[in-house]
């Protein structure tokens, strides 16, 4: 009676109806040729206040047609390549369709998007609460497994969503949807009678109750005395993963279930099967549970049905009792995906060991909950399923594993000190992904449909941060509440479609609290938390008062701990506020405050929650030195360093370290300071840069401003023919440059986050120390030489789009520099011609021609036909072995810019304008190898007698795009003059390309993780 008085009061504001949708399925599988044929009678009882006149269906098999599918374009955006590559095949659809409505022919049609969605439109309208008949043959081509959830590999039979279903039709109208990999579902609840056909010695697990099954029942219970024979013997048989010969005959099992939305079912005939029993917690009903799993992993799997049991009761004990007779999990390694949930059933993927299989396991198990029986609309309101269930599922680890850390996760030993990941707790992983995006401001609100997400953030986002805020809202609410609150959730919905204000107003209710402030900050928007302790005093009554300040204005509830030797003395909970406040904290025997003491609140700057009650210097933190780098610690100063070694020609062997305090989060100021040694020349030096983070709401993602610095020797001075002919010993003098970069740049923010599309415009001041010889020494004099340092600057004015797609991506830069003497304007187009997953044609494109300065002025910054050797890298940019070494090994390494030839020539050096095409094939058979071609036009000043520069030849690539062998061959006859002219032949003909300087670990985290 309670529960019913409270669900009027809540709920009967909102007008609610859903569909009812019950299914007959008869289906054959076809191993040889890996097709279903089918038929499908399916009752749908319009329970809407209105008429319809026609019903979408989804016909979701055809989204692996062909590349004009929804799916088709998410994978590529994803940079999943297996189905655009694919043959034809191994691809699949859905036909053979004929529906009928109450047995008469209709008329119906593929929408004109999307293939795998269509619209049956009735012969006359379905009023409210009235019936209809509709059936339909079916034929679906089973695709391979490698591409998404519905597949096969080999003759092992992932058969997920294969059937033609009517889309959802509920208040907000109809919801048909494209099939998508990343974007899960939203299905009508019935009832399902499905028949399933195939040779007589598979496996079959699938959604439902087996119906008037003795045999199969009876060859099920035979697979599990043998299973647990065999592991009892440990007769594990990892490498046996052959496919028997199926059976000439067939068999026939009939499954039933009611109350669900969808039905999966999977076949193989090299399962092992374990079985058990469990009794729920609160009604004490038996529920049967199964594994089916291959030799592969039988040795991972051999408990596996524990963490089965064990993730039922406890999903049910804290949200209400499994409504169905079996759970049952599936090892599914050899088919796309970590997991995937089903009713009653769910496919797990590849596991590294046996806890990510137990916590892979309570997850899909938890779908059961949070997908099976609360229907939610997971397409629209992803958070509802996949983000509420990664809290429970955080909640199991936390319960069942509290030693464990996040070094588990990732297969590092505990004992090992690596990056402090072994002294976090490993259901922080949540918070920690979450973290990577909040700090980096590349994350987004959490109430956008799924396919809005971009990769990264659809885990760190939907999955993390969904579970980082319900764990807050928990120590804000208390965990009893929230579990009150949750249970009676589960019963008011259970077996429909919540929506996002449901779970709002359950919550609200039960907690007796304001909590406007978690959908209106965290949910919807991607405001951060950021409280700070600016001051402490304490009273003469023995309490403090606390000045906070709201760093970000998100005024969520905070708590204040006090804690004596590291242990909680005492919390109060405050209201949250905007700007500053003092807070009262009773009298207390305390060492120092700190908020949200059990970081349970997602604060994004937890190095400014602390405070001593003690002490000058009330804030003060140690210092931590780490080596390379280390988990965020706040309660330290962390410095991390990385030993670093070195050479050049001019320096010799160098070394140093380097002092940052760069990390797996963005920080606001960022710092790396590198100094070295140098042995030969025996002086400092090294190189440093520092930045400041600014994030913009609008027009840009981020804002940096900052700074480099590095000196290095870059030529010398040779002293010998001077001393021999003067009778001296002066020493040689060494070279150095000094180059001191301020910077600004500005990242433009995306208008669709998912874009591959990124854009930077830059400016650059470039100021230039350079060491030279003075050249009033007369090398005839005995008077020592002297060498004189000169200032000069080069501004740059750079805008650089990069388009990261994985089909033909291409990067366009178009830099402007002027000095005091010239300016000058180029672009560069890099594109990839993509032929297949690993064989592609590189086209660079480059144009440029200068602006101002007289002909001489220009001809130090002109334009090189064959990049730059190292004297002509003006700009110190590149990092060269021996910079002014006219011949030997310094001498052939080079840049690959400007007009990029890979061969040396003095020709095309031009100070007016330079046009050039480069080409690289794909690697050659199997073979590390790709030919080159170039080609440059400029002015004919710059030229002899051929009207262009070309050359034609052989790269080896080592190191991909850092390190890079070029052999030419043929070139034009004027090159091939000027290389004799110069004593240039054989190998030192060749050249290679090092570029060092792409190495920058905080590009490469943001590069690959966004």
Known sequence: MAIFVISTHLFSQQPYFQQEVNYKIAVNLNDVTHTLRATEEIQYINNSNQSLSYIYFHLWPNAYKDHSTALAAQLLLHKKTDFYFSKPEERGFVDSLNFKVNGKQIQWELDKENIDICKLILNEPLRSLDTILITTPFFVKIPDAKFSRLGHTQQAYFITQWYPKPAVFDNEGWHQMPYLDQGEFYSEFGSFDVKITLPKNYLLSATGDRIEADEEEYFLNENVKQTLDRLDKQDYRAKDMEFPASSKETKTIRFKQFRVHDFAWFADKRFNVLHDQIELPGNKRTVDTWVYFTNKNFNLWKNAITYVNESTIFYSYLNGDYPYNHVTAIDGTIMAGGGMEYPNITVIGDMSNEFDLDVTIAHEVGHNWFYGILGSNERDHPHMDEGLNSFYEMRYMRAKYPEKKISDLIGIDENLNLFGVNKVEYWREKEMAYFIAAKSRTDQTLDIPSQDFTEFNYGSIVYSKTSAIFDYLADYMGEENLDKAMKFYYEQFKFKHPSPKDLAKTLNFFSGLDLNWFAGNLISTTDKIDYKIKSLKKNKDGSFQIK???????????????????????????????????????????????????????????????????????????????????????????????????????????????????????????????????????????????????????????????????????????????????????????????????????????????????????????????????????????????????????????????????????????????????????????????????????????????????????????????????????????????????????????????????????????????????????????????????????????????????????????????????????????????????????INTVRFTINIHKLVPKNIIKDNLF
């Open 548 to 986: 906070i300040k709201n760093k970000t204005g998100v005024a969520t509830p905070l708590n204040i701990y006090g804690f004596k030797d590291k242990k909680s003395v005492g919390l109060i909970w405050y209201n949250g506020f905007e700007g500053e406040k003092t807070i009262e904290f009773p009298p207390a025997d305390v060492e120092y405050f700190k908020i949200d003491g059990m970081d349970r609140m997602p604060d994004i700057n937890r190095r400014n929650n602390y405070i001593r009650a003690k002490g000058f210097f009330k804030k003060r933190k140690p210092l931590q030195f780490n080596f390379l780098t280390k988990y965020e610690n706040p309660t330290k100063i962390q410095i991390n360093y990385l030993p670093l070694v070195g050479a050049n020609y001019y320096n010799g062997f160098m070394a140093g370290a380097s002092i940052h305090n760069y990390g797996l989060y963005q920080r606001r100021f960022e710092f790396a300071i590198t100094p070295m040694y140098a042995f030969k020349t025996k002086n400092p030096v090294g190189f440093a840069e520092f930045n400041i983070n600014f994030y913009p709401k609008k027009i840009f993602q981020q804002i940096t401003f900052g700074t480099k610095a590095k000196s290095f020797a870059y030529d010398y001075y040779n002293t010998e023919l001077n001393n021999q002919a003067n009778g001296t010993n002066y020493k040689n003098l060494v070279f150095n440059f000094y180059k001191f970069s301020p910077y600004l740049q500005f990242e433009f923010k995306k208008k669709n986050a998912t874009s591959p599309i990124h854009q930077y415009i830059s400016y650059t001041n470039n100021n230039l120390f350079t060491d030279s010889l003075n050249t009033s020494f007369n090398t005839f004099i005995s008077s020592a030489p002297v060498k004189k340092n000169t200032y000069s600057f080069v501004n740059q004015l750079n805008y650089n789009l990069n388009n990261k797609r994985i089909i033909n991506p291409f990067v366009l830069n178009v830099n402007l520099q002027h000095s005091a003497s010239m300016a000058k304007i180029s672009a560069t187009l890099n594109y990839q011609i993509t032929l297949s997953k690993k064989q592609f044609i590189d086209v660079r494109l480059f144009a440029g021609t200068f602006l101002a300065g007289s002909y001489a002025e220009r001809s130090y910054y002109a334009f090189r036909s064959s990049g730059y050797s190292g004297y002509q890298d003006y700009l110190f940019e590149s990092n060269f072995i021996a910079r002014n070494e006219y011949s030997g090994f310094g001498f052939s390494q080079f840049a690959d810019v400007d007009g990029a030839l890979k061969v040396w020539t003095p020709l095309g050096q031009s100070p007016e304008w330079l046009v050039s095409a480069n080409l690289k094939s794909p690697t050659i058979f199997i073979l590390p190898i790709k030919i080159f071609v170039d080609i440059a036009f400029c002015d004919g000043r710059a030229l002899n007698t051929d009207p262009f520069l070309w050359d034609l030849g052989i790269n080896i690539p080592i190191v991909k795009d850092i390190v890079d062998v070029y052999i030419p061959f043929l070139y034009n006859s004027d090159i091939k003059k000027t290389l004799e002219l110069n004593n240039v032949r054989g």
